[in-house]
């Protein structure tokens, strides 16, 4: 059996939006219109470099603007935010992915996130593509490859990615060769991942650069908390604003299913779904996010208690483990504690939780201790919980010990207190 729930968690999310059938999967690049609408996979990854996923979470598909943000990383990092921004502005268009309104004065694209921004942006990464499939790569932590077929689609149709090239490098902001650029921006957005790897290259930025699975860095954190901000104010195009409210997550999307969805210094979410609404956003993306948001409680704008780190006791002796909670103990806190409480599970064993230090309590958080209570108790583990709140982690057929009860009861073979 077993014993972490948040596996679980994700997999009833999953089940609870795959009859979500609203959208259709894009067409206009022919290449993406043989995607199968019931593909739907969703992945989390959290800062320990552990990820969990769910669904088609491993099925490959083309990372079209998902690869914006990335590709503007390696843009900041090779020229440097001053440069950057005198080429590409920084403010929320509130018009679709393809529009072609620039700066009036200084041609400049609005922002790196629609398609005007993300040409030239793709121009101002050092040493060509080869740079940004490797940077792409880097911030995997796996070698990516490229979709031929999807590029050669894209350079078929992409007629108006080259007019917004050409009025670009009309109005002086694009330097480079306008055709060359195009290209470029074509092969990166027909570079192959999956939603578990969107959500490692989330959690990449949400890291500060550095990849939580391999542990290299790729970018810095002034570079990463950059790219954050523009994802927040202008990923999600003319959805940003209502994105921000609803689901409160730093995020892109992209025409292929996928988005790409970070917390900052806690986690990052990578989700596919083809079926789009008309904005060209995933369907069933969208309505996972607001799912994880609203559970997990992982909204941006979500104030934290201010408090030292979320576990203060730490206690494994003779096949019982004690672990004294603090502060405000949300879903990062609970993910990690979970998991690390189930890989240590020891049959005969005794959990001893105290929670009086608690302030809040997050619904997800007691709803992952209380499943992993039930199920190590299952599993042959006795659990004493010590919360003079009495907020009913424990199944009906056991009760609470207040702490004083709780220390008086242990002290005397397993001491909990320093």
Not at 12 to 40: C, M, N
Not at 130 to 148: M, T
Not at 206 to 218: D, F, I, K, M, R
Not at 283 to 292: K, Q
Request: some cysteine; aromatic content about 6%; charged content about 20%.
């Amino acid at each position: 059996m077993a014993l972490n729930p948040i596996p679980d968690l994700l997999d009833a999310l999953r089940a609870s939006l795959a009859g979500l059938d609203d959208g259709r999967v894009a067409e206009y690049i022919p290449e993406l219109a043989h995607a199968d609408p019931t593909w739907f996979g969703l992945a989390l990854a959290t800062l320990d470099g552990h990820v969990y996923a769910s669904g088609d979470a491993d099925q490959p598909f083309t990372l079209q603007s998902v690869s914006k943000p990335f590709v503007y990383a390696l843009a900041l990092t090779d020229r440097g935010l001053d440069e950057v921004v005198q080429r590409v502005g920084l403010e929320p268009s509130g018009e679709a992915f393809n529009a072609t309104r620039l700066e009036p004065g200084t041609g400049r694209p609005p922002n790196p996130m629609v398609n005007a921004g993300a040409i030239l942006t793709a121009s101002l990464v050092a040493d060509g593509f080869p740079r940004v499939l490797a940077g792409l790569g880097a911030f995997a932590g796996r070698v990516l490859g490229v979709d031929e077929r999807a590029y050669e689609s894209e350079v078929e149709t992409g007629d108006r990615n080259r007019a917004i090239a050409y009025l670009m490098r009309t109005a002086g902001s694009l330097q480079a060769d306008a055709e060359q650029s195009v290209r470029r921006y074509f092969r990166q957005c027909a570079v192959q991942v999956t939603a578990r790897d969107l959500a490692v290259m989330s959690a990449t930025l949400a890291n500060g650069g550095v990849n939580p699975v391999t542990g290299e860095p790729v970018v810095t954190r002034d570079v990463a908390s950059h790219v954050l901000t523009v994802m927040a104010t202008c990923g999600m195009y003319d959805f940003a604003g209502e994105w921000l409210l609803r689901v409160g997550l730093p995020a892109k999307s992209g025409v292929s299913g996928g988005i790409a969805a970070a917390l900052p210094a806690q986690l990052g979410i990578g989700l596919f779904s083809p079926p789009l609404d008309d904005r060209g956003t995933s369907v069933r993306g969208i309505a996972a996010c607001e799912e994880l948001s609203a559970r997990f409680g992982l909204h941006l704008m979500r104030p934290p208690a201010r408090t030292a780190s979320a576990v203060y006791l730490v206690e494994n002796r003779d096949r019982v483990l004690v672990r004294g909670l603090q502060g405000d103990f949300g879903f990062a806190a609970a993910e990690a504690l979970t998991r690390e409480l189930a890989g240590q599970a020891v049959e005969g064993g005794l959990l001893v939780l105290d929670l009086d230090r608690v302030g809040q309590l997050h619904p997800v958080a007691a709803q992952l201790l209380g499943t992993l209570i039930e199920r190590l108790t299952a599993y042959g583990m006795t659990a004493v919980v010590a919360d003079g709140d009495r907020r009913g982690l424990l199944p009906q057929a056991h009760r609470e010990f207040g702490a004083l009860e709780l220390a008086l009861r242990w002290s005397e073979s397993t001491p909990i207190r320093a």
